[in-house]
């Protein structure tokens, strides 16, 4: 067990349990704050993985935008003060079985298939400058739809979210 | 029995020495709650919260395949571009769940079933 070993079995379970909480907790809001954590883990694997770049955009935009945003919805929607603030579940027997058999059999099919990899050699450098000229070069076109997709889509959620008056 | 056994023991020797599939596993783990979420929830936003678990999970595959397979840095740009088109889906769905809970006073999916009134 290495020093990498170690980090990445702490985020492994912070990530899972609080995956877990998100997923089974009564309480909505502690499922949006327990989300918090799950994505925060998951910027820590990106770390891991050497992807300094979106580990940070990873904590930009889903820790503080995201989660924000569904909180706002969270506090715009239930009455917070007054009664109800559970989220129900339906159909829980059913839909444990069925997802954890999709969690054994994708765990089976990665362990099987992917468990002999060599490590690769560890670099040093960071990944942002290559991944900007990338983004300016070879995705250049994605880049720009992306940020027409993201004007309309934000233009369209306030026009959505407005009260509408009455004409 | 004996062959059980010694899967088993390579499954241990295996699992302290991190790997590309430790993160897959993680990533599967994580994509399995997302779906529970997404079936079971009966509040819109806590549906919206296992589709970005969901989003998560194919970004962490993504990111770890970057790393240990032949994919390179071109995992990460399409992992760039998953998290833009999440913040997207975030925005208007939030903003539909907003407007259909001034029409019908619950998000709860289930209760809103009704097309026009």
């Known amino acids: 067990m290495e020093m990498f070993d170690i980090i990445f079995y702490v985020f492994a379970v912070v990530a899972v349990v609080s995956a877990g909480i998100v997923v089974f907790s009564r309480n909505v809001l502690y499922a949006a704050f327990s ?33 924000v945003l569904m909180l706002f919805g969270l506090m715009l929607t239930n009455n917070v003060v007054s009664v109800d603030i559970r989220g129900g579940a339906v159909q829980t027997i059913p839909a444990l079985i069925i997802t954890a058999m999709v969690a054994g059999s994708l765990a089976g099919v990665f362990y099987s298939t992917w468990s002999k990899t060599p490590v690769a050699p560890l670099s040093a450098s960071s990944t942002t400058p290559t991944l900007g000229s990338m983004l300016m070069t070879s995705y250049l076109l994605p880049f720009e739809v992306a940020s027409v997709v993201l004007l309309v889509s934000l233009i369209g959620a306030a026009m959505i979210a407005r009260r509408h008056r009455k004409a | 029995m004996g062959s059980l056994s010694a899967v088993w023991s390579e499954f241990t020797a295996w699992l302290p020495h991190v790997q590309l599939a430790h993160f897959l596993i993680v990533s599967a783990i994580l994509f399995a709650a997302g779906l529970y979420a ?43 571009f998953v998290i833009i088109l999440a913040a997207c889906e975030a925005a208007i769905a939030l903003a539909i769940v907003l407007n259909i809970y001034h029409r019908f006073q619950t998000i709860n999916v289930d209760e809103v079933s009704s097309l026009k009134e």
């Open chain 1, 35 to 67: 989300l918090v954590f799950t994505l925060f883990s998951v910027a820590a694997f990106y770390a891991l993985l050497q992807a300094d770049f979106l580990a940070v955009t990873q904590v930009l935009i889903y820790v503080g935008g995201i989660v």
């Open chain 2, 38 to 80: 997404i079936v079971t929830r009966r509040n819109a936003i806590l549906v919206l919260m296992g589709v970005e678990l969901v989003l998560n999970a194919a970004n962490i595959n993504l990111v770890a395949f970057a790393r240990f397979g032949s994919l390179n840095l071109d995992g990460q740009a399409a992992a760039i």
